[in-house]
């Protein structure tokens, strides 16, 4: 996380009500400069000659839990890192402040983003809520049309080829690119082709036998979106490669002994994917591939996978 400060949008239900913050005067709603912290941030409302005081506490940010996964190996480090300098913490994106005192058994304030839990000496703690509703901030629009670019950073495989047992397999890395299209402005389908491998794959080892994949996937998809969140199912057609080696000191190898060593299987099966918007143009999210039926080299109802954690670029195209 590079940024130390991020745009904090507040709003209020009170008409004409201002925002004091930092010997500044803000007519609302108005965006302020904030710093990523781990310590409570004030802010004065000002409405109809009435003052009141809230305490706006932080939370870790979705780009702190996510976002560090993609260092892969070193994600502990970018964990630590952020944690330590305080990037790791938000308080969310967007904020509605009320005047009115609201009842200590009220357990949701009356703002968009936030969760209001009591009143505490005059000055009402607000917590940030885990998650924004990103489909408010950043809303998609009926016929909106998005390329989209993709990385599987973490790709877990299997395969059930016939002539030899099931093989498994996890490793990083692959691409992928596609569209999606609003029909509606909460419902868009998606055409996607992505291309996941078992880089780097973590069941590698001197002189032990591995496994590696490279799946070929086309997908066509219908998504639903809900407060920040999208899920999607769908239908995909795949090819799926497969090939046994062995790692001496550094180098590949064939084995010698006869075994099966090459293998490609062509399927069709469904697509169950879900993400998380980031920000205004990337995303995080999980996509499950099962594939039930081979139609190459053989006919046959038979299963495999591909779970991929993925992040994803989306850019408009028409604006």
């Not at 885990?130 to 670019?149: C, E, G, I, R």
């Not at 973490?154 to 093989?167: D, E, G, H, K, T």
């Not at 998504?223 to 795949?238: D, E, I, M, R, W």
């Not at 046994?244 to 060593?261: I, L, M």
Request: hydrophobic content about 35%.
């Amino acid at each position: 996380m590079k940024n130390d400060k991020y745009p904090l949008t507040v709003s209020s239900p009170q008409v004409g009500a201002k925002l004091q913050f930092n010997d500044s005067i803000y007519q609302l709603p108005s965006s302020i400069e904030v710093y990523r912290t781990r310590y409570p941030l004030e802010l004065t409302l000002l409405s109809d000659s009435v003052s009141k005081d809230f305490i706006l506490k932080s939370r870790p940010s979705p780009a702190f839990l996510f976002g560090n996964l993609c260092f892969l190996y070193g994600a502990p480090l970018g964990y630590l890192f952020d944690y330590a300098s305080g990037k790791a913490f938000y308080y969310g994106h967007s904020i509605s402040l009320d005047a009115s005192k609201p009842d200590r058994s009220e357990k949701k304030a009356k703002g968009k983003y936030t969760k209001m839990v009591e009143d505490r000496h005059s000055k009402t703690v607000i917590y940030a809520a885990w998650f924004d509703d990103s489909s408010k901030m950043w809303p998609a629009k009926k016929h909106q049309l998005n390329m989209v670019f993709s990385i599987p950073v973490l790709n877990a495989f299997y395969l059930r080829p016939q002539v030899i047992s099931p093989q498994s397999d996890i490793g990083f890395y692959g691409l992928s690119g596609g569209l999606d299209y609003f029909y509606s402005n909460t419902r868009f389908v998606s055409l996607k082709y992505t291309n996941a491998i078992s880089l780097f794959s973590v069941m590698i080892g001197p002189d032990f036998p591995t496994t590696n994949f490279k799946s070929f996937y086309a997908d066509l998809c219908d998504n639903v979106t809900l407060k920040g969140f999208s899920l999607g199912y769908g239908v995909h057609v795949a090819q799926t490669n497969w090939q046994r080696s062995r790692y001496d000191f550094g180098n590949y190898t064939d084995n010698e002994n006869g075994e099966v060593n090459v293998f490609t299987n062509r399927s069709i099966g469904f697509t169950f994917s879900g993400y998380y918007q980031l920000s205004q143009q990337f995303f995080i999210g999980l996509a499950y591939k099962p594939s039930v039926y081979t139609f190459y080299p053989e006919s046959r109802f038979n299963y495999g996978h591909v779970i991929s954690l993925d992040l994803a670029y989306k850019m408009r195209l028409f604006k």
